[in-house]
């Protein structure tokens, strides 16, 4: 791990650590094929049948992931066990769930099925709908601006200002995106610097206490 980031091995650590904790604490320790496809998770679904579209063919029977159910059953319990037996855990794992979806790693999708929530802020509904509503409202008044001033004009003025139009709206949602996701990154590294500034990592119980 020495080309990570710090916070994202830490949070690496973490989770890994607290999983393997938690399969001991069980009765049922992660062999070494399964501490390895920890370490190492699939950056792509690995079942083949959710590229069946939306008309699936029923002959086919759906493939489970036995190994990534189990990791994921084990992350869920492991962070059930730490918030109850040591409720300032909840903010060492909100760390590290809001590290690896910083990070874009694909511990965070595992985490994700495990049922780790994170933190939201209240208005991030509120950005949702106010975005999508932007999108709309673009598309109609840029429908109108684009008939008003297309009327009485030649088809090949038209054709032109119908494509530039076009253009121009892309160009927007694209520029809009952009801005989100740029927002959406602003917000997940003030929620890991909230984590840190409140001491988070604390010292962990290890399977027999």
Known sequence: MQHLSTDLETALNFVIERVTVEAERSGAALGDDELYFLRHLPTEPTNVTIHQGHWPDSSVPVVRDFSYETLCALARNARLHDVQTRPEAALDWEFSATVLQLERHPMSWLLDW?????????????LLVGTALLFVLILIFGGIALSVFAEGRPDTWRRTLLIAGGCVYVVVVILLYVGVQRLEKR???QVVEKCKSDGTLSPVEGPNR
Request: glycine share 12%; proline share 6%.
């Open 114 to 126: 495990a049922g780790v929530k994170k933190r939201r802020p209240r208005w991030d509904g509120l």
């Open 187 to 189: 917000r997940l590294k």
